[in-house]
Structure formats: C-alpha cells, structure tokens
C-alpha cells in the first residue's frame, strides 16, 4: 500500500470517527481530531502539489474525488456576480 492509500484511509477512518462527535463535551476530542485530520491533509496533498509544480503550468488543477483524481487545465475563464441575486 502506497504512502497515500495509508493516508486516505486513515482520513477516512477519522471521517467516521467525527461523525460519532456531536455532543458539546467532546468539543475538545472533535478539535484534537480535527488538528490531526489537517495534518493527514496536508501530509497527502504536499506531494501532489510538488508533482503539478514540477511537471505541468500554473493553469492546471487536481480534482480529486473518492474514486478518481482528475488533471485539469483551465484555458479560459471569466468571473461576474452580475446575475446573482442578493
């Protein structure tokens, strides 16, 4: 098992774990388990980020979902919040 299939595991299984914590007096467990889900956050993510810089543009984007990561490149774009409604 890779480095980030260990990771992605153990995202998930804090994922379930978090769930379970909606009471006020696990505020400070949910918080201590939040700090270490960033953690394993940050671990996973760093080599995909360094992976992007060193093969591909500033214009591209990993799109990540729970099963499959997808490369994109952005060619065009244009941003209005003319039409939104308050």
Not at 20 to 29: A, E, F, V, W, Y
Not at 45 to 54: T, W, Y
Not at 66 to 85: H, N, P, R, W, Y
Request: hydrophobic residues 35%; proline residues 3%.
């Amino acid at each position: 098992m890779s480095e980030l299939d260990k990771a992605l595991k153990m995202v998930k299984e804090n994922n379930k774990k978090l769930k379970g914590l909606s009471n006020p007096t696990s505020d400070k467990k949910r918080l201590q388990l939040e700090k270490k889900r960033q953690g394993k956050f940050v671990k996973v993510v760093k080599p995909v980020i360094k992976f992007i810089n060193g093969f591909y543009h500033p214009h591209c984007k990993v799109i990540i979902e729970d099963d499959k990561a997808e490369l994109v490149m952005g060619e065009q774009s244009f941003l209005t919040k003319e039409f939104i409604k308050d």
